[in-house]
């Protein structure tokens, strides 16, 4: 498995970026002088070894499933007596992350995200938290 199946996408390691999440992580997307994007552990060195000289502009973290996991809260509370709680499921070709709670003999859904990599469904569901306590538009 290469790195990239492992940590979020590109994309949304800029939004959570921009959503004010920067907690390490064991792997960055490194933006370089010439616009180029790659995927590096925490420890790496920045040396352009292509020998083009280039330079790294900026790092965004790029988080694993486990690392998402750690920052997504184990429920919420919507009101007094409805409280929902992170469910992952894994589906034949995606997985799925949900905010759900059993409503006697049927699921309640809060919030629900679908992808390939569960680590990019977990990093939708992250962002959506975030906007959902108001700490990003």
Not at 81 to 104: A, I
């Amino acid at each position: 498995m290469n790195k990239e199946e492992v940590v979020i996408s590109f994309e949304l390691a800029k939004k959570l970026k921009e959503a004010g999440v920067n907690s390490s992580s064991l792997f960055y997307w490194r933006v370089w002088s010439d616009g180029a994007v790659d995927i590096a552990m925490e420890h790496e060195d920045d040396f352009d070894y292509s020998g083009a000289s280039r330079k790294v502009v900026e790092k965004i973290p790029a988080y694993t499933a486990t690392e998402l996991m750690g920052m997504l809260p184990s429920s919420i509370r919507v009101d007094k007596d409805r409280h929902f709680y992170l469910v992952v499921y894994k589906l034949s070709n995606s997985y799925k992350v949900d905010y759900e709670r059993m409503l006697f003999d049927e699921i309640e859904t809060l919030c629900e995200f679908e992808d390939r990599k569960l680590s990019d469904a977990l990093a939708q569901a992250l962002i959506w938290w975030k906007r959902r306590e108001g700490r990003i538009k």
